[in-house]
């Protein structure tokens, strides 16, 4: 994907916030294209769902196919008069929780149906706070997201270097302190404290994004967005053809349950979405097609 | 099971915690060799697990066969420093959570194979407060339990109207508000707020029960273990040989995956048992065989 200077998409958002969910909207086309480039059974097939507590809403793609046993990706952008729940990603920022706010992000999740294919996880969000809910001007925003992998019982180190390498190539140039950073961020976020060990091998998180130069942070931001294809393409190619037998299924399947439980029990997305009314079949489409416990 | 009358339970409990214990064994002993009684392949295994926390552990006893796709019978008994977690059942009691305690109980989850045939929860717990961690004596002690059912997508209503007459057969006897109340208590704990719905079709519930008479809490406290077979047992021999096809298999999978959440997202016990560092084995052991979302 082809860059915009940080200067003239800083004088667009500033204007208009239909820059970001252009730029998100165009990303999830984008992704979905490369993946059904590899599904050989099966479409993304989209639903669009309103936001029932304010206005705006959704677009939820699901694929279950062969390639994919599912594949996620859902697009929101919505319009709210307070920012939901203690526990949410959101609340961290604002101590004036009834504040109006836009919400806008894209979210993905993939369980392949070869179990040495890992599951890969991306998101970027957006969030700004409102002077009201009538006029929707921003007076404050932040940006979010990242991407991790987690094979499922079978780890690969050269795709989990690979992936890091990715990682690390969207991130440097925005300072070299900030992959590290991020990376520590995913390994403590994504850990299942109940089992006392990381949900996967890792990947870049970041929250609450605002160093004051807006510029400097959608950059980074879009970054992270041009680089997930890279990450994730090359290791699909490799291992969605990788022999494998009933044993390593029923290991893919307990592995995908322990993937069930960090969603359910620790992601802050999740808790979001239930606290702020969301609809439960978009909140809940990254969960496995099938997991055992 | 034949009664013991409760001035005698009563005198044998202030003296010995053991004859609680002993009779959650025997129940326990007893829930297995009817459940295998009906099972056609297979019989339960038995890991006996230590408490990480404190003294004590449990007994898991886990069926995987083929009329119980998975059966999961967990007794335990743990003496603690200090009740855990703000979220779980046992903090509702007690301002001061430094307390030193015994817990005890029988938990009993079901997951059959056959679509038609609902799933089945039952669990009896008793917690006491303790002078000191040394000693071990006993300053006060509440009731916990019930049982309650959840059709997998097949809802019989003669199935439901036996399961709440057996609840209400047990209850009765100790006072006519007392089967409505712990009906409604039920009805409101096992409710999946995110869909807004029942998790099945209820069945009784009841927490902390202490009415100052400890013979009367524990004659219904067992009163509700003796009937629990009852209330089970002529679904079972009913249901488990119902004809059915792929469609009604998804349609369990799929009610299994929103059953999996409401004991990750809203279960007490669950979060009882990560909070106190409980062994994530025993305590997810009710979780399904096989959820599909």
């Avoid at 984008?30 to 989209?46: D, P, S, W, Y």
Wanted: charged content about 25%; hydrophobic content about 35%; some cysteine.
């Amino acid at each position: 994907m082809p860059g915009v200077s940080p200067s003239t998409v800083s004088s667009l958002l500033k204007t208009n916030r239909d820059q970001v969910v252009s730029y998100l909207k165009n990303l999830r086309d984008t992704i979905i294209g490369e993946f059904e480039k590899l599904e050989v059974n099966g479409r993304f097939a989209r639903t669009i769902w309103p936001y029932q507590n304010g206005d705006g809403g959704g677009e939820m793609s699901v694929l279950r196919g062969q390639t994919f046993e599912k594949a996620a990706v859902n697009w929101s952008g919505v319009y709210g008069s307070r920012l939901p729940g203690a526990s949410s990603a959101a609340a961290n920022k604002g101590s004036n929780q009834d504040t109006p706010f836009f919400a806008t992000g894209v979210s993905l999740i993939t369980h392949m149906r070869n179990p040495k294919a890992p599951t890969v996880h991306f998101n970027l969000r957006y969030i700004e706070r409102l002077d009201s809910p009538a006029s929707k001007e921003r007076t404050e925003s932040w940006f979010g997201g990242g991407f991790d992998l987690t094979p499922m019982g079978f780890a690969y180190p050269e795709d989990t270097e690979h992936f890091h390498a990715v990682a690390k190539k969207a991130l440097d140039p925005f300072g070299v302190d900030v992959y590290p950073t991020y990376r520590k961020n995913a390994a403590e976020y994504y850990f299942i404290k109940h089992r006392n060990r990381e949900r996967g091998v890792g990947g870049i998180f970041f929250d609450n994004v605002n160093s004051g130069d807006i510029g400097r942070d959608l950059a980074l931001w879009r970054s992270v967005g041009d680089h997930f294809l890279d990450s994730i393409l090359p290791i699909y190619r490799r291992r969605i053809h990788e022999a494998h037998d009933e044993d390593d299924r029923r290991i893919q399947l307990e592995r995908r349950a322990h993937y069930a439980e960090f969603n359910l029990v620790y992601d802050r997305g999740t808790r979001f979405g239930f606290e702020s009314g969301g609809n439960p079949e978009a909140i809940l489409c990254s969960m496995p097609p099938l997991a055992s416990w």
